[in-house]
């Protein structure tokens, strides 16, 4: 929960400035926030559950 938690509200305020998340940046803050090395194939996960028109970022609607 920690670690969800953590990465929610990094990713949450970087996105306040209207800025999409990529893939490197999602696991930029996981390492600097968590101190976790997320897999390639867990951000593949996320991002096809969650990148809802498929342009490979992660927009603001999916963290509000």
């Known amino acids: ?35 976790v090395d997320l897999s390639d194939h867990v951000v593949e996960v996320i991002f096809t559950i969650f990148d809802e028109d498929g342009d490979g970022q992660l927009s603001n609607k999916v963290w509000f």
């Not at 990094?10 to 968590?34: E, F, M, Q, R, W």
Request: include cysteine; glycine fraction near 2%; proline fraction near 3%.
């Open 1 to 35: 929960f920690r670690i969800t938690f953590a990465l929610w509200i990094h990713t949450a305020t970087y996105n306040l400035s209207g800025a999409s998340i990529d893939p490197a940046t999602l696991k930029h803050v996981a390492k600097v926030c968590a101190n």
